[in-house]
């Protein structure tokens, strides 16, 4: 079946331009997760949606992340005027509200910012 | 706040028997997950202890004394494939954050 999709794979940017990453969860999977990886480093946690809702944005690393998630289903996490040091793999996961100990992870999106 | 320290690296010959060992501190705890990551890949769940004791599936086993706060993962048999990174991760204090320890990098060496 369909797991965890994420898009672009990919990103180069120039500072201070805006990104986009999207994540399309598993079907049927109310909650949502992203988080970032620099290399060789473990996940930071960003930011969990319950359905549509973001119940604590306190992840962000700053005021220029943002995130959403429309219809339960696809989420966007936005960065604003990006600078180099956000440089890293953003992973996105879901899980069954029932199961949330079982988190699945989509292939990231490795973005990188000259 | 949250922190969990694992060893950095482990190196171990094949067939051999690893312990990865996880050690946390959280102001709420809801159970000790961990993951597995290839190089480039993406995370993979392999077990979670919500109890004391240890959890089998397969050639993995999870265990947990949450009076210690601590809890290992133990990987028997061990095959060229089982080289990757490997996360513990804690729910956090307000139940829908999760952390993840640095990770442990597993060689598995002929």
């Known amino acids: 079946g369909a797991g965890v999709s994420q898009s672009p794979s990919n990103k180069v940017t120039e500072k201070g331009k805006d990104v986009e990453l999207r994540c399309d969860p598993i079907?049927?999977?109310?909650?949502l997760y992203w988080y970032r990886q620099s290399l060789g480093q473990g996940l930071e946690f960003l930011i969990y949606?319950?359905?549509?809702?973001?119940?604590?944005k306190s992840g962000l690393p700053s005021d220029r992340f943002s995130a959403e998630r429309t219809g339960g289903s696809v989420s966007t996490l936005t960065i604003q005027r990006t600078q180099q040091e956000d440089s890293a793999v953003y992973l996105c996961?879901?899980?069954?509200?029932?199961?949330?100990?079982?988190?699945?992870f989509g292939p990231g999106t490795r973005l990188l910012v000259l | 706040g949250q922190s969990l320290e694992q060893p950095s690296e482990v190196t171990a010959v094949e067939g051999a028997i690893v312990q990865i060992n996880c050690t946390y501190q959280t102001s709420g705890f809801y159970g000790l997950s961990w993951y597995q990551q290839h190089d480039g890949g993406a995370p993979t769940f392999l077990s979670y202890n919500a109890l004391d004791g240890l959890e089998e599936t397969g050639r993995f086993s999870s265990f947990l004394s949450r009076s210690d706060s601590y809890g290992y993962l133990l990987l028997q048999e061990l095959q060229m494939k089982d080289s990757a990174s490997y996360f513990c991760?804690?729910?956090?204090?307000?139940?829908?954050?999760?952390?993840f320890g640095s990770g442990t990098k597993l060689n598995v060496k002929p």
């Open positions: 079907s049927g999977h109310t909650a």
């Open positions: 996961a879901s899980s069954p509200m029932t199961v949330q100990e079982t988190q699945y």
């Open positions: 991760a804690v729910r956090g204090d307000n139940f829908n954050k999760f952390y």
């Open positions: 949606f319950q359905g549509n809702s973001a119940p604590d």
